[in-house]
C-alpha cells in the first residue's frame, strides 16, 4: 500500500501521538486500549524512531494520567507527555496572572504553586461534572468582572469519545464564555502552534522530521499541518466518516487505526 | 428633557416592554420590583397607551410568571404576555418535530401538547440549574446523531442579572451546542424579527408606532429597530456603562429606568 503521507519516509525521524483516541478510549473504570496500540507504541521506539505524546488531556495530572496508561500496558514516561497544563502555569508565571480554576478535581494538584488569590483570569480545563451551572457561573462572574477579561482554555475540542459514548470537551463550554463575555478565549495545547512546535524540539527534531498520528481532524491535524509537520487521521476514538470530507482540513492519510499506520511507516522507513 | 427617541411621539400608540431588569429583578424568593415600575406600567395603561410584554423568560409557564408578577404588583395579565416557548411550540407543530427538551423544570408544561418520542430536534431554553454536564452531554448526543442537526433556542442572551448577581442565559449554552455540532441555532423570542413582529400586530399597530424599553442592548434595542421600532435602554438590569457605546447598537435613548421612560414619553405625548 503506498501512502502519500509515508513518501517522505526517509526523512521521518520521531512521531507526535495523541493519546485519547488514538492509544485508548477513555470513560469509567479508565478506559481500555485500542487494539494493536500498545504493540504499535512498542515497535515504534524498537525502530529507533523519537516519540513525544502529545495531549490536550486535563482531566488528571501528569503523574497519574501516565500511571494509567503504564498500567494498561503503554511504553509511555513522564518526560515523553506534553499537556496544556503545564504549559498553562508557564504562561500564567511570565504574565503575572492569577486563575480562578475551572477544571477538573484531579488536575488541580498541577497549579499547587501558581498564586490563586485575588483572580485576574480564568483556566477552562476539561472539567466534565464540575460543569455545572453554578461552577460555569463562577467563573464567568470573574470574567465579567475584570476590567481586560482574560480566559486560558485549555484545548479548543469540541467533543471526545468515552466507552459509554461523546462527551463534551472544553471547547464547547470556552465558547460559551466566550460568548457571555464577548472575548476571545487564549487557547494552549492543542491546535496552538507553540505548544506542537515545543515537542517537536523537545525530540530535537524539525517539523517535517515528524509525523503527527491522531483522532481530531481540526486539533491533530489541521494543528500540525500548520506547522509543517505530515498528518495522520486515525478511524478510532471521535473519528467519524465526514471528517474525511471535512470543509477546510485535509489529512495527509487516513489510516484504520494506530497499529496499521505505524506498520505503514515502518514499511516505509526500511 | 428633550429626547430624541421622542420626536415621533405624536406618532407612538404602544410601547413594548422587556420585563426582566426592566420590571423587577429576577432571583431566590421570586425577585423584586425595579422602583417606580409598578406605578410606570400602571401610568402607560392610564394614557390609553397600548402595550405588550415581551420577554424571553423560560424558567416558568407563562401563567406562573404573570401570577408572579402580579404578586409584585405589576397591572399585567396572560394576553400581553409574548414569550418563546408557546412561538417554539408552533414550529414544532408545523415542521413536525418532536423535541428533546432542555428547559427549567417549571417550562415542562408548555410543552406538554408536544409529542417528544425519539426526538428529532433539541429545545433549548433557560435552564438554570438543569444545566449539568450530564444534561448538557445528553442533548449534545441527541443533536450529534441526527442526520441534519436542528436545535431551537428560547432566545439569545449571554446573561441576565439576578438579586445575587450576573447569571449565563442560554444563549451561552447555545453557543456551546453550536460549537460543538458545528451547527447554527434558530433563535425563537428576542431578537428574532417575527417575536417582535407578533406583538407589535397583536396591539394593531405598524412598528414605528411602538416604543421598545428593555435592558438588553443587542437583543431588546438591537431587535426592536431591526423592525423598524424606536428602542430606550434603560440602566438598569444587566445593564452596564459599556452598553452605551456598543460597536454595532445604538439606542434611541437611554434612561434611568422604566419609570424616568414613561415620564419622559407621557410629557412628549401631551
Not at 32 to 53: D, H, M, W, Y
Not at 91 to 119: A, C, M, T, W, Y
Amino acid at each position: 500500500m503506498m501512502a502519500e503521507w509515508c513518501k517522505p519516509a526517509g526523512r521521518v525521524r520521531g512521531v507526535l501521538l495523541d493519546i485519547s483516541g488514538v492509544l485508548y478510549d477513555s470513560g469509567e473504570g479508565g478506559g481500555v486500549p485500542i487494539a494493536g496500540s500498545t504493540e504499535a507504541v512498542r515497535r515504534i521506539k524498537e525502530a529507533n524512531l523519537k516519540v513525544r505524546f502529545c495531549t490536550n488531556e486535563t482531566q488528571a495530572t501528569r503523574e497519574k494520567f501516565v500511571a494509567k496508561l503504564q498500567n494498561l500496558g503503554f511504553d509511555i514516561t513522564l518526560g515523553e507527555v506534553f499537556a496544556p497544563a503545564p504549559a498553562a502555569c508557564q504562561i500564567l508565571k511570565e504574565r503575572g496572572l492569577r486563575p480562578h480554576l475551572l477544571v477538573h478535581d484531579d488536575l488541580l494538584p498541577e497549579f499547587n504553586q501558581i498564586d490563586q488569590s485575588n483572580p485576574n483570569c480564568v483556566v477552562i480545563g476539561d472539567a466534565a461534572d464540575n460543569f455545572s451551572y453554578k461552577n460555569l457561573n463562577q467563573a464567568f462572574q470573574v470574567l465579567i468582572g475584570l476590567e481586560k477579561p482574560v480566559l486560558l482554555s485549555l484545548g479548543r475540542g469540541r467533543y471526545y469519545k468515552e466507552t459509554d459514548g461523546m462527551k463534551l470537551d472544553v471547547g464547547a463550554y470556552m465558547k460559551a464564555l466566550e460568548y457571555a463575555c464577548d472575548i476571545e478565549a487564549e487557547v494552549v495545547g492543542k491546535p496552538a502552534k507553540m505548544f506542537f512546535l515545543s515537542a517537536v524540539s523537545d525530540m530535537s527534531l524539525e517539523p517535517d522530521q515528524v509525523i503527527m498520528i491522531g483522532d481530531d481532524i481540526v486539533n491533530d491535524v489541521g494543528g500540525a499541518q500548520q506547522c509543517g509537520m505530515k498528518a495522520v487521521q486515525v478511524r478510532t476514538g471521535k473519528y467519524r466518516p465526514c471528517d474525511e470530507q471535512h470543509p477546510t482540513v485535509k489529512a495527509d492519510g487516513y489510516v484504520d487505526n494506530l497499529a496499521q499506520a505505524v506498520k505503514i511507516l515502518l514499511e516505509h522507513l526500511h
